[in-house]
């Protein structure tokens, strides 16, 4: 609903091409193999033709988009196919983008533990104050236990998604939030376009 | 500098007439304007807003001031919804760009999106048609404001509000806030009277009310997100949903894999089946031009395409596209997105079919979820 048609038109006809592409590379593939061909191929398009979107209107290409791409790259095994579809210059980028992907993980990791660290030294004793005080100004202690019980889950679910967004560790906030609607929309597409792709070499069958 | 530039703006006032004097007013007033606003860009569009914003202002017309700006942008709003839920507007992306400077509209929704969403709160009169036009207009036009601006925003409106806020609340400062966020990118948040008008609090309540939004939007996009509110359960019903998503295409992805052993495609049996959804307003004219347009066709089928009828002049013209990104796959290198390299001869095809029909093609019902 919230694609536009050239996206959907430039993402089909990206998807066309690395299919064609992986077909060609698979001779001899379990089915496995070429559901993860197929998988990654589509990722790839999706990543593609969403950056070509976004360059349309001069923005910058969603973050999910390279962080995709970034982990496909980073398994050795899909170079060769990746290769022919990106055209080497493009898989190079792809390289790098996972390369730093990896460095900015580690970043960020390091990051939260001393963060979590320090909210943990101060916050027992900011706590007992700030806790003390609140409680007498709202009179009821179970309000406040209902806040925090309640922002304890929203960041639990922020942390799930985070995980399920391609790229999304580093995100935070409001940048999430954006990139889960990009992401979305272009799941959404995916979705369509490869039921269409299904049902369009069905009949071939009989 | 926050007072000498009021008195630039009651001089603007003082000046005369309200809409057409901006050339007029261009002479006297850049002499008057001390040396520490030299930063502010001053032209002759700049000078004509604000005067007719501070003369809305000093009358207590702020919801007039809210009015033409709401017409102003609204149109602009409503192109960025259709882009974001339609075909692609690129006017309407235009206006809303980032940059302030060039697209004074742009920045105008986004200053006065805010603006007007933190209106003011003494009268609640003006207040609920501010709260009415709220809706919309922050969301979409605090849309294209990419979070890539927020710490530059939160930071120049920390600075930026506080000396306004001790100045006073008078509209006159709101709306001299709103023309100049023409120019800067910044956002302007108004304080409510009665809340904390610290730095932290505003850049957190906006923080919140762009959350919200974004909130909002996705609302819309996963089904069955209407009726539950809260962040916590609708972040519950994202996480499903996308998850699901993902699981789905997976799923299809071994379909795929398993329905044609060597993903070979048949592209052209496919198109010729026209399962694949195109915009579906044909015109026999358009169909056939194109055709002889583009002799190098590798079709070999010219009596299949004149025999069909004129549904079928899409998928030609996207067949086209395919075969064109093929060859140039082979032969040249296939230009990649990523890297913002010219793109020009399939970005050229790809125009061709959005000037076609640009009726929309009724969607398949959105097979949603759990068809396993």
């Known amino acids: ?206 | 500098m926050w007072a000498s530039t009021s008195q630039a703006m009651a001089l603007a006032d003082v000046g005369g007439a309200r809409g057409g004097g901006g050339g007029g007013f261009l002479a006297p007033v850049p002499g008057f304007l001390p040396h520490g606003l030299g930063h502010f860009p001053v032209d002759s569009g700049f000078i004509e807003r604000a005067a007719r914003a501070s003369c809305f202002g000093s009358g207590g017309g702020f919801g007039a001031a809210d009015q033409n700006m709401s017409n102003a942008f609204s149109c602009s709003s409503e192109a960025l919804l259709d882009h974001q839920r339609k075909d692609g507007n690129d006017k309407g992306e235009l206006e809303l760009g980032r940059n302030g400077h060039e697209r004074v509209p742009s920045s105008e929704a986004a200053g006065g999106g805010d603006c007007s969403s933190k209106g003011t709160s003494d009268s609640k009169k003006r207040r609920r048609p501010n709260e009415m036009k709220k809706g919309d207009q922050v969301q979409s036009s605090n849309l294209p404001a990419d979070s890539a601006n927020e710490s530059v925003q939160s930071k120049d409106k920390g600075e930026e509000s506080s000396p306004a806020t001790t100045t006073g609340k008078s509209k006159g400062k709101g709306a001299k806030e709103t023309s100049e966020s023409q120019k800067e990118d910044y956002i302007h948040v108004r304080a409510r009277r009665g809340q904390a008008t610290n730095s932290h609090s505003l850049a957190e309540r906006l923080r919140r009310e762009k959350i919200s939004e974004r909130m909002k939007l996705l609302q819309d996009l996963v089904p069955g997100c209407s009726k539950v509110t809260g962040k916590a359960v609708m972040l519950d019903e994202i996480i499903n949903y996308v998850q699901s998503l993902q699981r789905q295409v997976e799923f299809l992805s071994m379909k795929l894999a398993t329905v044609n052993p060597r993903l070979d495609l048949n592209i052209e049996g496919l198109l010729s089946k026209d399962l694949l959804r195109f915009p579906g307003v044909p015109s026999s004219s358009l169909g056939f031009s194109p055709e002889m347009m583009h002799p190098q066709l590798q079709l070999s089928q010219p009596g299949l395409i004149q025999g069909s009828a004129a549904g079928m002049t899409n998928p030609d013209v996207f067949r086209r596209i395919i075969q064109a990104q093929l060859t140039a796959k082979d032969g040249s290198q296939m230009p990649h997105a990523l890297t913002n390299g010219p793109f020009s001869d399939v970005a050229h095809q790809m125009a061709y079919p959005s000037s076609l029909g640009s009726q929309d093609l009724s969607m398949r019902p959105s097979q949603d979820g759990f068809q396993m």
């Open chain 1, 1 to 206: 609903m919230h694609a536009p048609k050239k996206f959907k038109k430039a993402f089909m006809a990206q998807l066309l091409v690395s299919l064609r592409a992986a077909g060609q590379a698979s001779k001899s593939m379990g089915l496995r193999e070429r559901r993860d061909a197929v998988r990654l191929s589509s990722d790839v398009a999706m990543a593609l033709a969403s950056a070509r979107r976004a360059r349309a209107p001069p923005r910058s290409p969603p973050a999910w988009a390279r962080a995709l791409v970034a982990r496909h790259a980073a398994e050795r095994r899909n170079e060769a196919l990746m290769r022919r579809i990106m055209s080497g210059a493009g898989y190079e980028m792809a390289a790098a983008a996972a390369a730093a992907a990896e460095r900015g993980r580690k970043e960020a990791r390091r990051r939260r533990i001393v963060r979590r660290s320090r909210r943990v030294c101060s916050g027992g004793a900011a706590r007992k104050r700030r806790g003390s005080l609140a409680l007498t100004a709202s009179g009821g202690g179970g309000r406040c236990s209902a806040m925090a019980a309640a922002r304890r889950m929203v960041k639990a679910r922020l942390q799930v998604l985070r995980s399920l967004v391609p790229g999304g560790e580093a995100l935070r906030g409001l940048s999430l939030l954006s990139e889960t609607l990009d992401y979305v929309v272009c799941l959404k597409t995916q979705v369509e376009l490869l039921q269409c792709l299904c049902e369009g070499s069905r009949p071939q069958l009989g």
